[in-house]
């Protein structure tokens, strides 16, 4: 059974950091991109940053610069570094599995979402105040 795990979330001060981790069981967690997705209250689902399965990110413009996504395929972990935190990051993260090696193909927007993603954790809170 694959399970995925968020933890590292918390409630930070503006310009502050946070590392978020997702930890995976149950299936060859090296062997497809991962992703992480973020929702506020009232907004859609957002697609925030995408790992490859040979390690090669891709991120959304709003975090470009600021959040660094990395794998550690030897411990099953997936992890976001979020520096210079601003309030509008403010939101539930989730990670999720792709049914693909790569996070980004032509045909989708962004790392995409919900039809190519099979698997999701349950989420972690970020909270970041003025």
């Known amino acids: 059974q694959v399970q995925l795990v968020e933890s590292g979330g918390g409630s930070v001060q503006a310009g502050g950091s946070l590392r978020l981790s997702c930890a995976a069981s149950g299936y060859t967690y090296s062997s497809y991109c991962i992703g992480w997705f973020r929702q506020a209250p009232g907004k859609e689902r957002e697609g925030v940053a995408g790992i490859d399965s040979d390690g090669a990110p891709t991120y959304a413009d709003s975090v470009k610069g600021r959040f660094t996504i990395s794998r550690d395929n030897a411990k099953n972990t997936v992890y976001l570094q979020m520096n210079s935190l601003k309030p509008e990051d403010t939101a539930m993260y989730y990670c999720?599995?792709?049914?693909?090696?790569?996070?980004?193909?032509?045909?989708?927007?962004?790392?995409?979402?919900?039809?190519?993603?099979?698997?999701w954790g349950q989420g972690t809170q970020v909270t970041v105040s003025s």
């Open positions: 999720a599995v792709s049914r693909y090696i790569v996070c980004t193909r032509s045909d989708i927007p962004g790392i995409g979402g919900a039809p190519e993603y099979g698997y």
